[in-house]
């Protein structure tokens, strides 16, 4: 019992810590391009006392159910605590090196600075940006070893906890085959980035068959970093595209996607959950998570609204209005459920058992 209660407070102490950290470091970092760039100014909706608090109160909500599935073993309590902290820390100082160039890509709106080498035939032209100003988008060593702490900055260190509800619903869905070796069960994470939510998946299900895309050869090798260090076995990564993927047909048993919706335009975003429910087996899960929209978190559209704004998300105003149960019914997908979490939503739909 104290054992469990200390755990309890060391982890919402930490989240706390994480979160005035993020708050600190954008406030600081605010007040410095306003310095570096003094006639940049700041087209932010003000938002509102009521609106904070709302906020917060979906912030600590996330947090109590993030405590409360890994005390029921959703997923093992270390979870709570397993980030690279170390490599956070030497990659922090290089975060505030790279905010000059960022800043003036945001001031001067160019959103095409991307590495020279990289060959724009391999890749689909909506993916040749820098999302979020960052510095070569997606396309470089040097991008995929900061974007884990700048996300976890950018979401006031709710990033791995907003991640972690696709876990449960992936579980209840993988139910279905309950007759199947677990060692024979295949779970494919989508955009699988820096690998942060395989990382958790295999945590959480270490018998299960896992494998992730992801378009970025430089972030599939972080990926690979971190996962190799998994107990286990080896988490199989692939490099390809979401809209056409080379697995076959009825041959997955679980699918996550998580963060990527919103950077796609629409018609890439119905490819992807085509191809989502085309390699689903029969009775087979897809969880997907993405940023709330405005149809179920109509209260907190001037945060949207802001993201929109300040980072450069060139389809994320049209994800927010989009119905993606509509799309995930056009794809075949049906008992299609969803909630939301802070900044989250996340459906779980299947593929039925007559396809």
């Not at 960022?102 to 820098?130: A, G, V």
């Not at 945060?303 to 049209?318: G, I, S």
């Amino acid at each position: 019992m104290g054992s469990s209660f200390l755990t309890k407070f060391a982890y919402h102490t930490l989240q706390q810590g994480k979160s005035l950290a993020g708050l600190a470091h954008k406030e600081v970092s605010t007040k410095l391009m306003e310095l570096v760039f003094p006639d940049s100014k700041s087209t932010d909706l003000p938002l509102k006392r009521r609106l904070l608090l709302d906020l917060r109160k979906s912030m600590q909500k996330l947090e109590n159910l993030d405590w409360e599935e890994a005390a029921k073993g959703v997923y093992p309590k270390t979870q709570l605590f397993d980030a690279p902290w170390l490599e956070w820390a030497k990659n922090y100082p290089l975060v505030w090196l790279d905010m000059p160039s960022t800043w003036n890509r945001r001031k001067n709106q160019n959103t095409r600075d991307i590495p020279k080498e990289i060959d724009p035939k391999s890749y689909p032209d909506y993916y040749l940006q820098n999302f979020h100003h960052q510095t070569d988008g997606y396309l470089s060593d040097h991008s995929a070893e900061l974007y884990d702490i700048q996300v976890e900055i950018l979401f006031n260190g709710t990033a791995d906890s907003m991640r972690r509800r696709v876990i449960s619903p992936l579980k209840q869905g993988l139910a279905n085959f309950k007759d199947v070796q677990a060692n024979n069960i295949r779970v494919l994470d989508v955009a699988t980035g820096t690998g942060r939510t395989l990382q958790q998946l295999k945590s959480a299900l270490p018998k299960l068959d896992l494998y992730g895309i992801d378009l970025s050869g430089s972030y599939l090798k972080q990926a690979s970093k971190h996962l190799s260090k998994c107990k286990g076995e080896l988490v199989q990564l692939t490099k390809e595209n979401a809209e056409k993927m080379s697995f076959e047909s009825n041959s997955i048993n679980g699918i996550t996607c998580v963060f990527l919706l919103h950077e796609l335009p629409r018609e890439a975003r119905q490819n992807v959950i085509n191809e989502c429910f085309r390699v689903l087996k029969p009775g087979g899960v897809f969880v997907l998570a993405d940023s709330i929209q405005l149809s179920d978190s109509p209260q907190f559209s001037p945060v949207m609204e802001n993201f929109h704004k300040v980072f450069h998300e060139p389809y994320y105003r049209d994800y927010i209005i989009d119905d993606i149960e509509a799309r995930l019914a056009n794809a075949g997908f049906t008992n299609t459920s969803a909630e939301s979490h802070f900044m989250t939503r996340v459906w779980k739909t299947i593929k039925a058992k007559n396809n």
